[in-house]
């Protein structure tokens, strides 16, 4: 495990800097650059490259108003920067020479803390810390327990989801580097570029139906119809006010 | 035979047996999540994008059992922490 292991580049002010953590900073220099020069630039005649954030942006904005029920602006930031950052992330670490930055443990905690403490950050400032605490209880006040080991769980699955998919296709390649280099690793690389974006859209998925049960109405016994289209798209319909309690899984 | 043999056998047969049962039984769980989604998607297109999401995300769920099994294995064979127990 000597070299795809991350491992220590420099010390800056006399700490340690993993080569993972250089990648992190290239990432986000990379988008800032380009959020700051997109924004510079819209207009209501759009240029091609507007097309397509925008494009990207929409798409995240229905994917987060679906899975919360709420309008899609309020958690955007917070989703589509997950998302984004961590496809590049899974997606850099194809390239020959760089490490991706998701496959050092200390990535994945961090995210997955974020989304924990995100959850219900959002939650006491939907409902009040009291209403919050009582949403917790929600069943029974026998229940919470449950509830809080379900939250640690939650977390901890989320960021072992993520490291181990990146870690395992790291591993498989190197191996067949070691084995048979020629061809074969091709395969398992287009194999990681998929297994990348398709973790990064998992855990985007998972903390918006987190935040959207943190978030939830309360539980009524309505109905829960839903204007299914098989015609046209009703994507673009704002929030859905079902009335359904989404127990913590 | 020493006790660093003794233990490193153990790991890699352990590490062979996980690896079987971790990879078996998700994919069979998998294929059935798969089966009924695809049923349900056929039946009714109009939701189809609804079950598409839902499936992914059981799809993530159940692959993460799998990831777990790995990542032990992983642990045992490349890092294993009780053989600087045994010195």
């Given at each position: 495990m000597g070299q795809i292991a991350p491992h220590v580049v420099f010390t800056l002010f006399g700490i340690p800097v993993r080569d993972t953590v250089v990648v992190t900073w290239v990432i986000m220099a990379f988008w800032m650059a380009v959020a700051g020069l997109a924004s510079r630039g819209i207009s209501l005649r759009p240029k091609w490259w507007q097309h397509i954030l925008e494009a990207g942006v929409q798409a995240l904005l229905n994917l987060i108003a679906k899975l919360t029920r709420q309008p899609g602006e309020k958690f955007l930031t917070f989703l589509g920067t997950l998302f984004i950052f961590i496809a590049t992330a899974n997606l850099l670490g194809t390239l020959p020479g760089l490490t991706s930055p998701?496959?050092?443990?200390?990535t994945p905690l961090a995210l997955a803390l974020t989304v924990f403490f995100a959850v219900h950050y959002y939650g006491i400032k939907e409902r009040g810390v009291r209403g919050y605490l009582q949403r917790l209880a929600e069943p029974s006040i026998v229940m919470l327990p449950m509830e809080l080991v379900g939250q640690v769980s939650r977390t901890l699955s989320l960021c072992l989801r993520l490291f181990g998919n990146i870690v395992a296709g790291g591993v498989i390649v190197a191996v067949l580097y070691l084995l048979i280099p020629l061809l074969i690793p091709i395969p398992l690389l287009a194999f990681n570029i998929l297994i990348g974006l398709l973790q990064a859209f998992v855990f985007t998925i998972l903390a918006a139906v987190y935040i959207g049960a943190a978030v939830g109405a309360e539980p009524k016994a309505e109905e829960t119809q839903k204007t299914s289209s098989i015609n046209g798209p009703a994507k673009q319909a704002p929030a859905l006010q079902r009335q359904r309690h989404i127990p913590a899984v | 035979m020493e006790a660093t043999t003794v233990v490193v056998a153990v790991s890699i047969a352990t590490c062979g047996f996980a690896i079987v049962g971790g990879t078996v039984v998700p994919s069979l769980m998998e294929g059935r999540a798969v089966t009924t989604a695809l049923e349900a998607m056929a039946r009714q297109p109009g939701v189809a994008d609804d079950i598409r999401t839902t499936l992914f995300v059981a799809l993530a769920m159940l692959e993460s059992c799998a990831i777990y099994a790995l990542l032990i294995c992983l642990v045992l064979l490349f890092a294993n922490p009780l053989l600087a127990y045994i010195k």
């Open positions: 998701t496959g050092d443990i200390n | -």
